[in-house]
């Protein structure tokens, strides 16, 4: 019969219980030392994982937000899409370089940890800037909308006046310079709605004069006071350049920020 | 050697294209190429999302129906400057004598329009720029008057006087005889220089008209010079330039008594 030798390390087991059963504070020593080896790498691998994944995660959605941005004009409702984007845009990117308070403080001490923070907080403000534009276009086409909307009326107003009826045309002008100082427009709209007050009440007031050399029979002043009425309608006109101007300013923006993605 | 070189060559080609293929064929190779060539943001599909402009391009400039005070004011000025010109009208001719009366004939087949004839004679006589100048008025009557303009064919002038052509139009006592084809397609020599039928219909009425009212031919008085109406233009402008209206010196009219 063959008798099995222990091996090295049966010997060191057998000792350590052995000594722990002599000595039970060894047994608790080992452990708590054990239980603190496996925390401490759990930490670590928790903190190089949360370090790395926080730029790839910042770069992947610059792809996403960027794929979004070039496929809007093939949307069917592309105003939806776009007020959709800038809204899901401010959400995903509002806490996009938060850490774990557990980790927080490593960008603090060590440099790994806060240039990746850095390169978060770069990729986050790109982000940002594109959903801050598409706000700004959609807050104004919100704007613009109410607006046309309130012209559009006035239109509708003014089409079913006799021509004749001078008091009425007035009258109705007038209701439009004082609904349109209270429309409430974005800064891009403000130049806009500056010359449509500007060039209505030159309506008015032209209006104003046609009344009076009607009453007046006087034909000069008629002949005047109808041709400044027409003057003042060719005066709109600008409402139309500066709102395109006003305009074009917002998408110039959206289209830079959206490029520096 | 050289034969080896192509083989190497060749070689290279494929696997550049294959390469190429490979790389450029993926999505991200496609990505990469899409987003060089378009813009990230396309500003058609933002810029379409505008409304005002169209809007207000839809304001209507009014148009002003003149009320009926004005009306009234417009027909009672118009009636006043009618009124002062016909008075000064009658105050001119009353000045200067009288309204030379004319009737209008045809001889053999003419292609002309009578009716059109007949107009334009009688714009011509009343013109401010022909006879009219010396205060006489013209007037078309249906039968006799103080002449007979008579729109004749070609070959019918001559049947007025042997003095008549069939190329021209001529004057003979109280028939003043227009020749047809002159009327409607002027002459060679009034075309060549430039002239315009309606020129050529303005003097042909004034020249012949003139032959009644007491003028004979005139010739140029120089190269350069205006034609006058009584030179005989339609044959040879004679270095002058044409003209189809009296000049101040042709103003007078034996027949008529003006001097």
Redesign the interface.
């Known amino acids: 019969m063959i008798k099995r030798t222990a091996t090295g390390g049966e010997v060191m087991y057998r000792r350590v219980i052995t000594s722990c059963k002599r000595h039970p504070w060894r047994a608790l020593s080992v452990i708590g030392a054990v239980l603190l080896l496996i925390l401490g790498g759990a930490y670590v691998w928790y903190s190089i994982n949360t370090w790395g994944n926080l730029v790839s995660d910042a770069q992947s959605e610059r792809k996403i937000i960027?794929s979004k941005?070039?496929n809007?004009?093939s949307q069917d409702q592309?105003?939806e899409s776009?007020k959709t984007l800038a809204e899901s845009v401010h959400t995903d990117t509002k806490h996009l370089c938060d850490v774990s308070p557990l980790v927080s403080w490593h960008q603090h001490s060590f440099n790994a940890a806060k240039v990746a923070h850095k390169e978060c907080v770069t990729h986050q403000r790109k982000i940002s800037a594109v959903g801050e534009s598409l706000h700004d276009?959609t807050y104004r086409?919100d704007r613009?909308?109410a607006?046309?909307a309130h012209?559009?009326s006035h239109?509708g107003r003014l089409n079913k006046i006799e021509?004749?009826d001078y008091a009425l045309?007035k009258k109705t002008w007038q209701e439009f310079i004082d609904q349109t100082q209270k429309l409430k427009v974005d800064s891009s709209l403000e130049a806009?709605k500056k010359a449509a007050i500007l060039s209505s009440t030159f309506i008015v007031t032209s209006y104003d004069q046609?009344i009076a050399a009607?009453k007046a029979?006087k034909?000069a002043e008629?002949d005047a006071a109808?041709a400044d009425?027409?003057k003042g309608?060719?005066m709109?006109?600008e409402?139309?350049n500066l709102?395109?101007e006003g305009?074009a300013k917002l998408?110039d923006t959206?289209?830079n920020t959206?490029?520096a993605? | 050697m050289a034969g080896y070189n192509k083989l190497n060559d060749c070689c290279i080609l494929i696997v550049c294209a294959w390469v190429c293929q490979v790389v450029y064929g993926t999505t991200a190779g496609a990505t990469l190429f899409a987003t060089a060539a378009t813009p990230v943001l396309q500003t058609s599909q933002l810029n379409s999302l505008q409304k005002l402009p169209d809007t207000v391009a839809e304001f209507t400039v009014p148009t002003f129906e003149r009320p009926a005070w004005y009306k009234k004011q417009v027909a009672d000025e118009k009636k006043a400057q009618e009124a002062a010109q016909s008075n000064a009208r009658k105050a001119t001719q009353s000045a200067t004598g009288r309204i030379v009366t004319y009737s209008l004939s045809t001889a053999g087949a003419t292609s002309s329009d009578l009716s059109e004839f007949s107009s334009q004679v009688n714009q011509t006589l009343n013109d401010s720029r022909g006879w009219a100048r010396m205060g006489i008025g013209f007037q078309e009557v249906a039968s006799g008057g103080d002449f007979n303009l008579v729109l004749s064919e070609a070959s019918q002038v001559p049947t007025f006087s042997s003095a008549c052509s069939v190329e021209w139009s001529c004057r003979v006592g109280v028939s003043v005889i227009i020749n047809d084809a002159r009327w409607t397609g002027a002459s060679a020599a009034w075309n060549a220089s430039g002239g315009s039928l309606r020129d050529y219909r303005h003097m042909v009425v004034n020249h012949e008209v003139g032959h009644w009212l007491g003028h004979g031919h005139l010739n140029c008085t120089g190269v350069g010079q205006v034609a006058p109406v009584m030179q005989q233009q339609s044959i040879d402008l004679q270095g002058c330039t044409f003209n189809p209206w009296p000049l101040e010196s042709e103003l007078w009219s034996s027949q008529l008594g003006i001097q």
Do not use: N, T
């Open positions: 960027k941005l070039m809007i004009h592309p105003f776009i276009i086409i613009e909308l607006f046309d012209v559009a239109q021509a004749s045309h806009a046609l009607d029979e034909r008629f109808a009425v027409q309608f060719s709109l006109g409402i139309q709102s395109v305009y998408v959206a289209q959206a490029s993605l």
